[in-house]
C-alpha cells in the first residue's frame, strides 16, 4: 500500500480558501507535472483534502465511527476472500484485466457514465481499470453484488489528478 501526499503548488495555497496562492499558472503547471502520469495511472485513488478549520477540528465528528467503519471493511474483505477464493488473489485490487471483465459487469447507463468521463478527463487504459476496481470495491462496501452507477462516479470522483485544471 502506498500512502503519499504533496502541496498543490510551490507556495501550498493553491485552491484555499482562506489564504491567496502566489504561484503562477505555469510555476503550478511544472511543480504537478513533476509526477508523471504513468505514475498517477498506477494510484488507485487520489483526492484533494483541503485544509480543515480549527472549528472543525475542536468539533465532534459527524457520521460513522471507526467501529462502524471497521466492520463495513472486514465484511467487504470477506466478500473478497469468497470471490477469489479460486484464483491467487484476495482483494479487487489484485484484479488481472481479464478478472476485471469477468466480475466488473456494469449496466448501460454505468458504462455511459464512465465513458464520458473517460473521454472528458482523458483517462488512460489503466485509469479505466482502476476505477472498475475501485467501483467494486465500493459495491462491496455497501454489501451489494453488483456495480451500482453511483459506485463509478465515487470512483470517477478519486481520480481527481487526472482533471487537468491545474493549467
Not at 510551490?10 to 505555469?26: K, V, Y
Amino acid at each position: 500500500m502506498l500512502a503519499a501526499a504533496m502541496n498543490p503548488c510551490p507556495c501550498g495555497f493553491f485552491g484555499d480558501t482562506s489564504r491567496e496562492c502566489s504561484c503562477s499558472p505555469t510555476m503550478i503547471q511544472r511543480y504537478v507535472s513533476k509526477i508523471s502520469g504513468p505514475l498517477l495511472d498506477r494510484i488507485d485513488i487520489h483526492i484533494e483534502v483541503p485544509a480543515v478549520k480549527y472549528a472543525d477540528l475542536a468539533a465532534k465528528p459527524p457520521g460513522e465511527g471507526s467501529l462502524e467503519i471497521r466492520e463495513r471493511v472486514t465484511a467487504a474483505r470477506k466478500i473478497q476472500q469468497e470471490r477469489f477464493k479460486d484464483q491467487k488473489i484476495y482483494s479487487n485490487a489484485q484484479m488481472t484485466p481479464r478478472l476485471i471483465r469477468q466480475h466488473c459487469e456494469i449496466d448501460d447507463d454505468s458504462r455511459r457514465h464512465l465513458e464520458h468521463a473517460m473521454t472528458k478527463m482523458g483517462l488512460s487504459a489503466r485509469a479505466y481499470d482502476r476505477i472498475l476496481k475501485l467501483s467494486h470495491t465500493l459495491a462491496d462496501l455497501d454489501h451489494l453484488e453488483r456495480i451500482q452507477a453511483r459506485h463509478i462516479s465515487e470512483a470517477i470522483q478519486y481520480r481527481s489528478l487526472d482533471r487537468n485544471y491545474w493549467a
